[in-house]
């Protein structure tokens, strides 16, 4: 088993452009121009920060966990994978990573299938999925169709050899973070987890922070 | 029991029909290195599908066999693997794409082959998917029937050999269903040589499900998808 070696930014924080703290359970939907550098902070640590993403040029056009996965022949995603698209475009790159460890298989909570993991009368609570729906019904080329696997930043999701899935202690800490370079048009998605079912986050949602640099790590006309 | 339907999926072929709730869908390979690459969406509400993640962490699984099901988006229970012959089928994988295709056989046309030309998954999703009123945005994580992938704990993903030849999978739906199948090699199979196995799929007519139904004992997580489908159809049903 190889061993994780942290790879830091040389991006500075006051230089970023845009910096947002999302709180928990909140979501957020935001364009990249190519170039662009994304960094999403884990600000408490072991926050699962369910994460999407769509070609601007092509709304229609999402994220592909398994084309991802398949093509680089590893489930995890750390610096160097490239987050393709279902056509095959090439989304994002990851340029820096320090935490490790990000699930790309265990998708997003929701309404229905909380009822079936924990129990039917968790239908009223809170979840990644609704945000999803009500950040993608805020622009006319969305429907629920969009909804695909997604990125769950910061969180640990093992698969063994015998094929088991477990939800595990996360890898991550405060002031963890992965940074993605844009390779395209890119609109994010994000869904800061509100899951108050799950150990992995010991029961605590907290917030996460989304950060902007552009091509050069200056300020620039966007 | 005695099949409604039968037919044989050349090697490269595609095939997608309604399945209406409770019929039982048997695979059988002809041959080695067999790969159906499957979709499933609900039949009246096309944006309901099967969905990879729910499925596999409610069952705590990382591949799929005997007792497992297959859940929607919407928490219920789609269809079942009530019979399977073959131990390991490969939900994490995806589908072949015309460029891998081309990259690891050599280029095909129909031009030159025929149709001995070599087909993509991708390719018969788009098409089936098309031809069902639906579009290439509809395409989404497949169960990749007959293949074994393993993933290391690093992450690492290998893709491993097993017997398929006469072996099967049977799948009883609990919901009406739109089925899209390919018969197209697995993403990760190393080979060089397209996979020559055919498949055999019969359908016939399931019995009722028990309260001693394997697949609803599995575990709890199953029941109460189970019960969210049974409560939608309980919905659906007319006073009389």
Request: proline content about 6%; hydrophobic content about 35%.
């Amino acid at each position: 088993m190889s061993t994780f070696q942290p790879v830091q930014s040389p991006l500075l924080t006051e230089k970023a452009l845009y910096e947002k703290v999302i709180t928990a359970g909140d979501g957020w939907i935001h364009d990249l121009l190519p170039g662009q550098v994304l960094r999403i902070v884990d600000m408490e640590g072991n926050q699962a920060v369910d994460t999407l993403f769509y070609s601007t040029e092509d709304p229609s056009d999402h994220y592909s966990a398994v084309r991802t996965i398949t093509r680089q022949g590893n489930l995890y995603l750390t610096t160097g994978s490239t987050l393709l698209a279902e056509s095959g475009r090439e989304l994002l790159r990851i340029t820096a990573d320090t935490c490790g460890r990000h699930d790309t298989i265990g998708g997003a909570c929701s309404a229905q299938s909380n009822t079936v993991r924990y129990a039917h009368d968790t239908l009223p609570m809170h979840n990644c999925r609704d945000t999803f729906m009500l950040m993608l019904s805020q622009r006319d080329e969305y429907t629920k169709r969009d909804l695909a696997p997604n990125v769950n930043f910061f969180m640990n999701v093992p698969v063994t050899p015998e094929g088991e899935l477990t939800f595990a202690d996360g890898l991550s800490a405060p002031g963890r973070y992965v940074e993605l370079l844009a390779l395209a048009p890119v609109t994010v998605l994000i869904s800061n987890c509100p899951q108050l079912n799950n150990p992995c986050n010991a029961y605590n949602p907290t917030p996460a922070k989304v950060l902007i640099w552009d091509a050069e790590g200056v300020s620039a006309n966007v | 029991m005695t099949a409604l339907f039968t037919m044989t999926m050349q090697p490269g072929s595609k095939w997608s029909a309604h399945v209406g709730r409770g019929k039982s869908i048997t695979l059988k390979a002809t041959g080695d290195r067999a790969n159906v690459s499957a979709l499933f969406f609900h039949a009246q509400d096309p944006a309901e599908r099967y969905n990879m993640p729910d499925t596999l962490k409610a069952q705590h699984t990382a591949f799929l066999t005997r007792g497992n099901i297959l859940m929607t988006d919407q928490g219920k229970a789609l269809a079942s693997i009530t019979e399977d012959s073959v131990g390991w089928h490969d939900p994490l994988s995806g589908y072949t794409t015309r460029e891998g295709t081309d990259d690891k056989y050599g280029k095909t046309t129909y031009q030159d082959q025929r149709n001995d030309w070599l087909r993509s998954g991708e390719e018969n999703f788009k098409v089936e998917l098309f031809r069902n009123n639906l579009s290439p945005r509809d395409i989404g994580v497949p169960v990749n029937f007959f293949s074994k992938v393993v993933c290391e704990l690093d992450g690492t993903m290998n893709y491993s050999l097993q017997e398929t030849a006469e072996r099967s999978v049977t799948l009883r739906t609990e919901m009406d269903m739109l089925l899209v199948l390919s018969n197209t090699p697995h993403p990760l199979d190393p080979s060089g040589q397209y996979p020559d196995a055919s498949i055999v799929v019969s359908v016939a007519d399931a019995e009722p499900v028990s309260d001693m139904d394997p697949c609803v004992l599995h575990c709890d997580e199953n029941r109460r998808a189970f019960e969210n489908t049974w409560n939608a159809y309980a919905l659906l049903k007319g006073a009389n």
